[in-house]
Every structure is written in C-alpha cells, then in structure tokens.
C-alpha cells in the first residue's frame, strides 16, 4: 500500500521514549513496581496461609450473614471442590490479585467520585476520560502496564486498577449528585456545617449507588485479572492461557470451572452488600 | 490427606469431548466453513476498494444516516487506522465485529421479543442471562477453542455468545416498555398484528434496542481483540505480538488502532441513536 510510511516511525519514537524513560525514570518505576508486588504479596499471604478448608469456612460463614444459609453451604462446597480440583493455589492468587486491584481502586476512586459529585467543573473533565475508559476493550490496558512494568503482578495489578477505577468512580459521583435537594434544603435550614452535612445527609443517600459501583468493579477486575494471566499474573489466568495454547482440554476445564465458581461467590457477595445498603438508605 | 486427593471433572470430561470432535467432526467442519466463507466475503469487501475510497463511502453513509460531526469522526478514525499501517488487520476486526454483531441480534432479538411476550420465557432466561453476564470474557472462548481448535471460528462464536446477552436483554426491555395506549390505539383501529409490530412497536423501542446493539457491538470488540490470543488475527492478534515480542510500539499501534475503532463504531451506533430519538416524539 502506497500511504506514507508513518508507522516505523512512529515505534521507533516509542521504542525510544520507552528507552528514556527506562534509563531516566528507572526508580520510579521499580519502586511502583515493589510496592504493588509488596501488597500483592501481603493479601496472598493473608489468603494463602491458611489452609483451604479454613478459607472456604471463611466464605461459607460470610455468605451466611449476607446471603442466606443455602449460599453459604453451596459457596463453601464449591471453594472446597476448587481445592480437590487440584487448583487451590491459583484460586487463591486469583482472588489476591482481584481482592488488591479493587482495594486499591476503591481508595482512589471512591474519594475522586466524591469531589465529582460535588464539583460540576471536575465531574466535567472526568466524565469524557470515564467514556474513554470504558470503551476500550479492556485486552489494551495490559501494554502500557507492561511496558513500564514489565512481566509479573504487578503489571496485573496496575491494568486491573484502571480498569476497575471507572465504574466505581463514575457510580461514587452519580450518588452524590443524587440527594434529594429537599434534604439538602432540610440541612441547610437546620443548620449543619459542610461535613455534617456530608457524612449525615449526602453519604447515607449515596451509599447505594456506591456499593453497585464497588459490585461492578469488582466484576471488572475480575474479568481483568484473567485476562492478565497472559503476562505472567498467575493464578487462574495464567493456568487458562497455557491450557489453551497447548489445547490442554481437562485443564482448561477445570480452570474454567474453577473461575466460573469465584466469579459466582464474589458477585452475589457483592450484590448482597448492595441490596442491603439499599435496604438501609429505604 | 485431603489435599492427596484429587478429582478433575476435565479428565471426565475430555474424552466427551474427543467423541464430538472424532463424531461429529463432519458438523464442525461444516460450521467453520460456513463461517470462513461469510467471513472471507465481509472481509474481501471491505477490502477490496481502496482505503480512501472506503474511508469516503463511510463518510457519505455516516453524513446519511447519522449527523455531520459523527461522518468527519468516523473518516477521521478509520484515517488514523490506515496510517498506522494497520489498515489489513483493522479490516479484519472490523469484518469479525459486523458478521459476529449480524449473527448476535439475528438470534438474540427474536429471543428477546419472545421473552418480552411469553413471562415463562422470560423468568427462564434472566438466572441464564445473568451468569453469563458475570462471567469473564476469557471462559467463552474455551469451549469454542476446544470445540473448533485455534483461529477465527473459535473466535466468532465466542463473540456471538458474549454478545447475545446486552441485545437480549434491552430487546426485552424494550418492547416491555412499550406504553400500554400506544397499543390500544392500534388495536382499536383494527391495525393487524403484523402492523402493530413494524408501524407501532418497533419504532417506540428502536431507541432501548439501539442501546442493546450499540453494548452489543462493543462487546463484540472486546471479545474480537482478546481472541487474538487464540489466533483470530485482526488487531487483537497484533496487540498479542506486540506483548508477546515486547514490541511495545506495535503493540501501541495497535492498541491505538483499537481505541480508534471502538470509538468509531460506538459513534456510529449512537448517531443513529441520536438520529431516531426525536421521532420518538412524534
């Protein structure tokens, strides 16, 4: 095709600017990387050092109290069958990595929607960046991470953030736009400073929309962190990437199985969460 | 020790799934041609003109159908996918994206219609729905890869299922949405059903059904690029070597070349959107 060569141009300026920033932002990049490794490693120990049976209790007696008796028995049965499947290992290390990936996007996002909510001019900047976001296939968030992460979790763990950053962000933000304005008008003629006003008025009403927000992104990260498999995450994701290259049919299987099952614990989990906060705020 | 023990559904299952390979391998075989042909034909036609040429028909057609801003974006996106020296492979998602999105809503609007009409229906498709809505993308392409071994078939019939659910979903709430009078006004003058459905009934739900098309065909991207890993080609099979060779430059071609894409057909989908909304009105 007779078009102006733009393209071997264009990778030799990445492979360039990568180059620099290698040699000149080194540390930066090495630290980000240690401190994401770090906690990565802190919640897998957390999960991984108690035996699975002990895990799965852990799950059956959470899914008690917030689910119901039924789920409990089932979630707990199903996480003790990922263990007899011979996956338990990757089970944990997939939860771990969705588990700090949310975490830690929670913590940046849930902040960040609460001054979008309440500053129309912020709202206005995140909003077309939120769209961006969320547009993009999620496969795409994996090569910056990469490139300056290298293979590992850590690269995981930074495409994973931004992949679960948005819907809560976005969610945090609709919440607190969403108070009724007779209950604002009701404090202000009571007379509560801003942070009663916040925490008293604005929060309780927004609380449902942030749990679903904190549901999806869960689901988002999720999705993510087997994605992320295919550069080196571990976990579930990765045994599913070499199951499938090397058409490992009962592996992949299992794997599968194995996914299907987290998915269906951590979802209703969460979904729970939000039904009782919508419960509460009725 | 509990843990000694192990069980593994895959080995169970494998040789079941060796039986459909080596029996009905006639079927399969089948199937993928059929879909290698559809395919080759999308492909050879968006191929076939050169780029301008194509890049000007989409810019008349987006002016037609849609508005002007969303005619110069589009000419816009699909340029920047030709001067990346990705044009080829941005042919090739884009081919897989249309036939799989076809294919989609061929299946999934009557299905939504039907659990629009029949409440059995519906009640029996919404646990459906829901778990493979939770589901990470990565699951669908295991039984398809297993079933059709690597390439472009695998790949289309895992979008096809990823991206029946969104469309299913918002047909259904579409024509339950359907204002009651609406209806009564064509029945009480005598308009037959056939004339309820395409003079009454589709034109109030185009907008809801037009949200379902456009998460269906940016789903169906998602899952396209990601199939690159399983060997579908297009961009998504650029962005893998690019990680995989740690190509960072191709790789970002191709991930902008993606974005590029994504944005195009979200725009070009919702132009319609915006384009039929007022006749909602009338």
New interface residues.
Partial sequence: ?N?????SQ??????SA?GWLADHGEFIFDAANAVLTGVYKAVLWCVAFPP??VIAALFALLGWRAVGTRFAIVSGLALLFC????L?PETVSTLALVLTATILALVVAIPLGVVAGLAPAFDRVVDPCLD?VQ??????Y???A??LLGYGPATALLATFIVALAPALRLTSLGIRMTPKHFIELGDASGVTGLQMFFKIRLPFAMPSIMAGVNQSL?MA??MV??A???GSGGL?ES??GA?RT?D??????A??A??IL??IL?RLAQSAVRSRTGEAQ | MIADFRFSPGEFLAPAVDWLNANLHGLFVLISQVVEAVLGVVERALLAPHPYVLIGIVFVAAFIFATKRVAVFAALMLAFCLFSGLWVASMQTIALVSVAVLISVAIAFPLGVLAARVKRVDDAFLPILNIMQTVPPWVYLIPAVILFSLGRVPAIIATIVYGIPPMLRLTTLAFKQLPKDLLELGQASGASPRDILFKIELPTAAPTLLVGLNQCILMSLAMVVLAGLVGAGGLGAEVTRGLSRMEMGLGLRAGLAIVAIALLLDRLSRGALQRHSPSKMV
């Fill in positions: 095709m078009t102006p060569d733009f393209s264009f990778d030799e300026a990445i492979d990568l699975f049976y263990a007899l499947i011979g338990w961006l547009t993009m296939p999620p496969y795409i994996l090569l910056p990469i490139a689901m999720f999705g087997v994605i498999g295919i550069v994701g599913i990437y499938v058409l049919i009962a592996k992949s299987i299992n599968a199985i996914i299907v998915t269906m979802d």
